[in-house]
C-alpha cells in the first residue's frame, strides 16, 4: 500500500507508520517540522530494512501547502492508495478558558485545517478511482463533557465530516477511517491522571491497522473504549452536570 | 507516586516526550522503563519529577556490514531484538528482561549470562550523545571525553543524560538458541559447574535454591545456552507469546517461608536428574520472567528489593557458602536466586561486576528488611565484594564507601562535570550525600 502520512513524528501516527512500515507498506511522510520529519523516516527505514521513506513540510496551519505536500507524496510514492492524519492539536478545557486565542487555534487545526487537508486528500483518492482515508478524530466528540468542551467540539465536527464522506463518496471507492482513541498515553496527554482503560501505543496501532485492512468506517481503540462511550452516552443530562469527567 | 521494579513509592512524577533535548533541559534525572529495582530511577524528595525517555525511542542509523546502531535513549531493547534478530543481529550483552531502554542499559552498565565472555553492555558501546548539567549537548566516547565516558558507563544517571548511543550488536548464526540445563547439589560444585561450563559456553548462569541446608545448601539448576548454527535450526522465526499477567497486587502471606520452600523444592525436582537439552527460541531463554507481566505484584502491597553482590574471586570460593550459610540462617525466604560468575572488570568506573561469583535474590520487605540488608552487606564488606546499584534501595553510605574504593576518582569526575551538584536521584541522595 502507498501511504501519505501526516503526523507520524509522534504519538499514535508515530507506532501506527512503523508497523504498516514493518510489513512493507510503502509510506510519504508529512509535517511541520523537517528535523523531525528526517528522523523518523531514517527510523521507519532502519526498523523496515528496505525501501526509503520520503519527507514533504506541510503544517495544518498552513492550507496554502497541501496541495504542493500532495504532489509530492504522489510523485514520491508514484501512487497513491491511503492517507492517514493522525496530526492534531490538544489542551484542556481549563487552559483553553484563559487563552482565547489558542482556543480559536485549535479548533481552527483539529476542524477547519483537517478537514481542508482531507478534501484535498479524497479528492486524489478519488481521481485515482479509490483508495483509503484513515482520521485520527477522538472519542471526545461522542459526548460533551466539562473537561472537554472546546476539543470535544472540534473533534464532533470532524467525525460527523467523515461520517458525511464515507455516505457520499463510498460507491466511488472511498473508504473512509474514522479513529476515535480514547485516552491514551502518549505526550499530548502527559500530565492528565490517566483514567481506568487507558490505552499503550502498540496496542492502539494494532487495532487501527486491522480496521484500516478491513475498511471499517468507524474504530475506537483500544477497543473497550466503545462500551465506555455507549454508557456515557446513555447518561442523562443531569448526571453530565454535575460529573466532573 | 513513582516506585522501581521493587514496589517501594517516593513521592514524584514522570513526564514524557518524543523529544529528550526539550525533556533533558531542566531535568535532575532520567528515568526509562524503571526496570531497576530500587530508587535508582526515583527523583530527589525537593525535584520530585523525572524525565521519562521511553517514547524518546528512534533509531537514527544501522550498518548491517558491521552492526553498529546509533538510536535515541529511550529505544526498548524488546524493540531492538525484534527488530534486529530477523536480520542476524541481537544485543551484544542482554539482561534478564528485555523491558529496559538503552539509556537504563548504559546508566546500569548492564550484564548478562555472557559476562564471563563479552563484558558488560558498556564494552559495546561506541559513543553516547549526552546533555551535561550545564545544559551543553556534547558527545563522548571511549577516545573522546573519555572520563565523561567512563563515569557515565554504569554511573546510574548521575553525570548527565544520555540522549543517543551507538553500539555494536552482535552477529547471531540463527534466530534459536540450544540450551542445556542439569541439577547441580550443592554451592561449591555450582561455583565449578559455572567456571567449566563457561570454556564451551557464551550465556551460562544458575538459579539456586537458597533454603536448602546443610549439604544441600546451593544445591540449584544450571543453565547453558549457545545460538544455534543455521543446520540445527528450525526455519523460520519464533513467534512472540502473548503474555498472561498478575492481575493486582497479591496479599503479603503469599509469599512466606513455606510456600517458598515448596515452590523452590519443585523447581528442582521437576529436573530430572541427567541433563537437558533444547532448542529454545530467544525470548524464553534470556527473558523468562517477562512472559508474567507484572509479577512484581506478587510481592505484596509492601513491595520487595532485590539484593545483588558479587563476591571476588580473592575471597575464594567458600565466600559463596559463607554469604548462604548467613542468608538461611536469617531466614531470608527468597524465592529462586540467581548466581553466575563474572569475567573481568569493564570500562565504566562505577560499573558492578568484577572477576568472581555474584548473587541476586529477591527479598519481600518486612519489618527486618533493613537488618537482614545490612548483615548481608557487612559480609560483603569483609569479603572485599560489592552491591549493585541497579538493585539496590537499602545499603547505607558507610557499607558502599567501603566497597567502593573507585567512588573517589568517580565523584571528581562527576564533579568536574557538575560542581553544583544539579544532577541527583533518591538513590544518589541516600547513598552518597547529595542535596536532597
Ligand atoms: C526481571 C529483571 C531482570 C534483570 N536482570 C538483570 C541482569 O541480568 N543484569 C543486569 O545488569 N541488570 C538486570 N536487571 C536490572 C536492569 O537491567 C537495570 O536496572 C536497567 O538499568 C533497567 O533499565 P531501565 O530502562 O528500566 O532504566 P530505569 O530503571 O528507568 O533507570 C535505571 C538507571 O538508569 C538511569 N537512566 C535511564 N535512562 C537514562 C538516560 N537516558 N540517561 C541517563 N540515565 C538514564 C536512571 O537514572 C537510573 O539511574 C534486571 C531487572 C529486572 C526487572
Ligand atoms: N492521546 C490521546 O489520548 C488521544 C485521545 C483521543 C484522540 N487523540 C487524537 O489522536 C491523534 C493523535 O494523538 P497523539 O496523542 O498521538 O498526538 P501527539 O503525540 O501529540 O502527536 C501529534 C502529531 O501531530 C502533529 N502535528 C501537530 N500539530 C501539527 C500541525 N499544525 N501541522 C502538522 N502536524 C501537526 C505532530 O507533529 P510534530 O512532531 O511536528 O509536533 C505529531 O506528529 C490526534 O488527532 C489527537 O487529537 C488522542
Keep these: 500500500m502507498k501511504v501519505a502520512f501526516l503526523g507520524a513524528t509522534r504519538g499514535m501516527g508515530r507506532s501506527l507508520s512503523r508497523l504498516m512500515a514493518a510489513r512493507g507498506d510503502e509510506l510519504f511522510l508529512l509535517g511541520r517540522e523537517p528535523a523531525g520529519l528526517e528522523r523518523s523516516a531514517r527510523d521507519l527505514e532502519a526498523r523496515a530494512g528496505r525501501g526509503s521513506v520520503g519527507v514533504a513540510v506541510c503544517d495544518l496551519e498552513q492550507p496554502a501547502g497541501f496541495a504542493a505536500a500532495l504532489d509530492a507524496a504522489e510523485a514520491g510514492l508514484g501512487g497513491l492508495d491511503a492517507v492517514v492524519v493522525t496530526a492534531g492539536v490538544f489542551a484542556t478545557q481549563d487552559v483553553l478558558e484563559q487563552d482565547p ?14 478537514v481542508t487537508f482531507c478534501e484535498h486528500a479524497r479528492r486524489r483518492l478519488l481521481a485515482r478511482g479509490g483508495g483509503t482515508l484513515v482520521v485520527f478524530s477522538s472519542v471526545a466528540g461522542e459526548r460533551a463533557r466539562k473537561p472537554v468542551v472546546l476539543y470535544g467540539a472540534a473533534k464532533a465536527g470532524l467525525t460527523r465530516y467523515l461520517e458525511g464522506l464515507d455516505h457520499r463518496f463510498h460507491a466511488q471507492g472511498l473508504r473512509t477511517v474514522c479513529v476515535k482513541p480514547g485516552f491514551v498515553k502518549t505526550s499530548m496527554t502527559d500530565g492528565l491522571p490517566a483514567p ?35 454508557v456515557v452516552r446513555a447518561l442523562p443530562r443531569s448526571i453530565m452536570r454535575r460529573a466532573g469527567f | 507516586m513513582l516506585c522501581g521494579w521493587g514496589r517501594v513509592p517516593v513521592a514524584g512524577r514522570e513526564v514524557r516526550s518524543e523529544d529528550l533535548e526539550e525533556l533533558t533541559r531542566r531535568a535532575v534525572l532520567c528515568r526509562g522503563l524503571g526496570r531497576s529495582y530500587g530508587d535508582s530511577s526515583l527523583p530527589p524528595p525537593s525535584h520530585p519529577v523525572v524525565a521519562a525517555t521511553p517514547l524518546a525511542d528512534r533509531i537514527l542509523s544501522f550498518d548491517g556490514a558491521t552492526g553498529r546502531l546509533r538510536a535515541e535513549a529511550g529505544l526498548s531493547l524488546r524493540a531492538l531484538n525484534r527488530t534486529f534478530l530477523p536480520r542476524g543481529f541481537y544485543a551484544p550483552v542482554t539482561p534478564g528482561t528485555q523491558l ?149 497486587v497479591l496479599p503479603g502471606w503469599v509469599i512466606n517461608r513455606w510456600t517458598v520452600r515448596a515452590f523452590n523444592a519443585a523447581f528442582f525436582r521437576c529436573h530430572l536428574p541427567r541433563v537437558r537439552r533444547r532448542l529454545v527460541d530467544p525470548e524464553s531463554f534470556f527473558y523468562p520472567l517477562d512472559a508474567i507481566g507484572h509479577w512484581n505484584r506478587m510481592y505484596g502491597p509492601r513491595g520487595f ?64 528488611t533493613q537488618d537482614l540488608v545490612d548483615a548481608l552487606n557487612e559480609l560483603v564488606v569483609t569479603e572485599r565484594g560489592r552491591i549493585y546499584l541497579a538493585k539496590d534501595q537499602f545499603t547505607r553510605p558507610a557499607h558502599f564507601r567501603a566497597m567502593e574504593p573507585r567512588l573517589e576518582e568517580w565523584t571528581c569526575i562527576r564533579r568536574k562535570w557538575d560542581p553544583e551538584g544539579r544532577l541527583r536521584s533518591a538513590q544518589s541522595v541516600r547513598l552518597l550525600a547529595d542535596r536532597p
Design chain 1, 101 to 114: 486565542e489558542r482556543a480559536r487555534r485549535i479548533l481552527e487545526v483539529d476542524f477547519t485545517d483537517t
Design chain 1, 196 to 230: 481506568p482503560f487507558a490505552g499503550e501505543l502498540d496496542e492502539v496501532a494494532r487495532v487501527v491497522l486491522r480496521a484500516i485492512d478491513r475498511g471499517q468506517p468507524v474504530v475506537y481503540a483500544p477497543p473497550i473504549w466503545r462500551w465506555v462511550m455507549l
Design chain 2, 100 to 248: 529496559i531502554t538503552l539509556g537504563g542499559m548504559v546508566a546500569a552498565d548492564v550484564h548478562g549470562k555472557n559476562h564471563h565472555r563479552d563484558g558488560c553492555f558498556g564494552a559495546h558501546v561506541t559513543r553516547l550523545r549526552m546533555r551535561v548539567a550545564d545544559g551543553r549537548i556534547l558527545e563522548c566516547s571511549p577516545e573522546e571525553e573519555t572520563e565523561l565516558f567512563r563515569a557515565t558507563v554504569g554511573g546510574m544517571g548521575l553525570t548527565g543524560h544520555i540522549l543517543e548511543v551507538e553500539c555494536r550488536l552482535a552477529r547471531v548464526p540463527s534466530t534459536w538458541i540450544v540450551a542445556e540445563s542439569e541439577r547441580i547439589h550443592d554451592v561449591d560444585r555450582f561455583i565449578d559447574g559455572l567456571k567449566e561450563a563457561g570454556v564451551r559456553w557464551p550465556y551460562t548462569m544458575g538459579w539456586i535454591d537458597c533454603l536448602s541446608r546443610g549439604s544441600l545448601l546451593g544445591r540449584g539448576i544450571l543453565m547453558k545456552g549457545r545460538w544455534a548454527e543455521p543446520d540445527e535450526a528450525p526455519p523460520g522465526l519464533p513467534r512472540p507469546r502473548r503474555r498472561p499477567s498478575v492481575p493486582l
Design chain 2, 305 to 368: 528489593t532485590q539484593y545483588q553482590c558479587v563476591l571476588p574471586e580473592s575471597a575464594g570460593r567458600g565466600a559463596a557458602r559463607r554469604f548462604l550459610e548467613l542468608l538461611t540462617r536469617r531466614g531470608g525466604a527468597s524465592m529462586l536466586c540467581v548466581i553466575k560468575d563474572c569475567g573481568a572488570e569493564g570500562i565504566g568506573l562505577l560499573s558492578f561486576p568484577k572477576p568472581g561469583i555474584s548473587i541476586a535474590l529477591d527479598i519481600p520487605i518486612r519489618d527486618d
